[in-house]
């Protein structure tokens, strides 16, 4: 039996991701939009700073499907709670902040993150946010970088005036 080789894919602070997203034309009494989904994300290999690319993998009558590679889930030291609140959660997501071209239509992915905050900020403008499944690669490589990284502040009683 051979030795496994280390997979460095999952060390560091950043980690390479792929997103799936599908465009569908949806209609609503006479009027025909395009309705985008982020399916989900992946790890990968491909290096982000080759930068992203979009690639046709699906296209039937009323539905296209997007692979964009390129991207990474990038941490902080300053976001450990908001991972903690992450993982602890039902089901850990990994947040696909997404802007629209008002020209075409065409979504396009902005970054992917896994701190509740920032995709709340990026949620409050004009971009979309969309909730995905952490994989659970990305998930016990962010465990691993909050055991590392966080402590929680102790809590402090406020003590009652007289």
Not at 13 to 29: D, F, L, N, P
Not at 132 to 153: D, F
Request: proline share 6%.
């Amino acid at each position: 039996m051979s030795p496994q080789v280390a997979d460095n894919t999952f060390t560091g602070t950043t980690v390479a991701v792929s997103i799936m997203m599908s465009r569908e034309q949806a209609r609503r009494g006479r009027w025909s939009f395009p309705r985008w989904k982020v399916l989900g994300v992946v790890a990968s290999g491909r290096d982000p700073q080759a930068g992203s690319k979009r690639t046709l993998v699906r296209c039937e009558d009323n539905l296209q499907q997007y692979l964009w590679t390129g991207f990474s889930v990038e941490l902080h030291r300053d976001g450990g709670e908001s991972y903690w609140s992450n993982l602890t959660a039902t089901q850990p997501a990994l947040f696909v902040v997404c802007r629209e071209d008002r020209e075409d239509g065409t979504m396009s992915p902005l970054l992917v993150t896994a701190d509740y905050d920032e995709a709340g900020a990026y949620g409050e403008g004009d971009d979309q946010v969309f909730a995905v499944p952490m994989p659970p690669e990305v998930q016990r490589w962010l465990e691993r970088y909050v055991v590392e990284h966080y402590r929680p502040q102790e809590k402090k009683k406020r003590r009652r005036k007289p």
